[in-house]
């Protein structure tokens, strides 16, 4: 297939700049189809699609606009903030260090991170930071923007207090501090912030174009960040109603959203949890370590144990984090989401993945071989879930 889009088949979706580009093998056109109808009729501004079968690449498209001024259009080559979508890659380097004998998941957090201990926390284990189980979704004290850029200011401020609740014993969604309570360990165990071990060990020796913050040489690739302003398909976003103190530490101390992201001093700051930036080719390339059963494109990353134990579920039940926004049970693994019954990551119940702030995914599915990296500026209102990855998702499984 011709590197751009042909319009002898459809017409370029009427949103994109010149319409949708890259590849598509012929056997997956669903997806390129879906991904067009995401510009004309889901507020798309500008986005890419990723899909590798096999650890071959076998969609890679990109179209729209990289700015809400539509000045610049969305490049091969445009880096772009994915939130949550960044746990994956973070959970990965706790596997990495797992798998070596670095690490241990089933042991106490404290064994690494002495400080830890403290607030009652000297048996909460590894495995508690990686399923969102640590009791520890955010702060108790008010922590600013400021605050969250100072890495030893937040993991003291971790270290220090008390969990919300038991640990262990229910899942309460971690936003932002996952990245510091498992990139602390990481850092701990190998004098090396998750960003650096990352680029270390797996996305510079793969070739992969994908960084925790963003360094400032690299500002002129970046898409800016907006948000949509009513739900795509018109219905009403999940609502969390009234917030419990919980939630709020997780999704409001200190909150944060695409005003803050666009910003040198966001891009600047380390937070695995949530400000990685890449392409939805590196995004599907990453998840497909996962999806390889640790290896991709003919290079092991992960032991076929270490990779199928990403999965193993903690436990279901209701988020108090996500729980009203979710509209029921769902179960994380060691640092990602499974798919479960609401097929968030496709059919397979047991595929996993993880989405990021506004709509941007990772998935793998090591049944079917398959991963996918959605990444987009125009963010919507839903928890998780955005149509646009759902319609994505659904044309993927249509072709396999």
């Not at 979508?85 to 004998?101: E, I």
């Not at 008390?162 to 936003?175: F, I, K, L, V």
């Not at 640092?335 to 119940?349: E, F, I, K």
């Amino acid at each position: 297939m011709s590197a751009t889009h042909d319009a002898r088949q459809s017409p370029p979706p009427p949103e994109a700049a010149g319409g949708v580009h890259g590849f598509c093998d012929p056997r997956f056109t669903a997806v390129r189809e879906a991904f067009e109808e995401n510009f004309r009729t889901r507020c798309e501004l500008g986005a890419a699609v990723a899909v590798t079968l096999g650890g071959r690449t076998v969609v890679d498209l990109w179209g729209g606009w990289a700015d809400a001024a539509r000045t610049r259009t969305w490049a091969r080559d445009t880096l772009v903030n994915v939130w949550s979508t960044t746990k994956g890659p973070v959970a990965l380097c706790a596997h990495l260090l797992a798998d070596r004998g670095l690490l241990d998941l089933d042991a106490p957090v404290a064994r690494y991170w002495p400080e830890f201990a403290a607030g009652g926390k000297e048996k909460v284990l590894v495995r508690h930071l990686l399923s969102h189980r640590a009791g520890l979704c955010g702060l108790r004290e008010p922590h600013g923007l400021r605050d969250l850029y100072d890495w030893e200011l937040t993991a003291a401020r971790l270290a220090a207090m008390e969990p919300w609740w038991e640990p262990g014993t229910r899942s309460g969604y971690h936003a932002l501090t996952y990245g510091f309570l498992v990139g602390e360990v990481v850092r701990r165990v190998t004098g090396l912030k998750p960003g650096a071990f990352l680029e270390r060990e797996v996305t510079g020796p793969l070739g992969i174009d994908f960084g925790v913050g963003l360094p400032a040489g690299e500002y002129g690739r970046a898409a800016e960040l907006t948000r949509t302003p009513a739900d795509p398909d018109g219905e009403p976003a999940p609502a969390f109603g009234n917030l419990t103190r919980v939630m709020l530490a997780a999704l409001a101390n200190p909150v944060v959203g695409p005003a803050q992201a666009n910003t040198p001093e966001w891009r600047a700051a380390q937070i695995p949890a949530a400000n990685g930036h890449g392409t939805a080719r590196a995004v599907a390339a990453l998840y497909g370590v996962f999806a390889g059963r640790g290896s991709f494109g003919g290079r092991r990353v992960l032991t076929p144990a270490a990779a199928e134990r990403v999965r193993e579920g903690q436990g279901a039940g209701v988020d108090l984090v996500l729980g009203a926004g979710l509209g029921g049970e769902s179960e994380a693994g060691l640092g990602l989401w499974l798919s479960g019954p609401r097929g968030a990551y496709g059919p397979n119940p047991r595929a996993f993945g993880h989405d990021g702030f506004g709509g941007s995914c990772g998935l793998a599915d090591p049944e079917a071989g398959v991963s996918l990296g959605y990444v987009m500026n125009r963010m919507g209102p839903r928890v998780m879930d955005d149509p646009r990855k759902m319609a994505l998702i659904d044309a993927l499984y249509s072709a396999l």
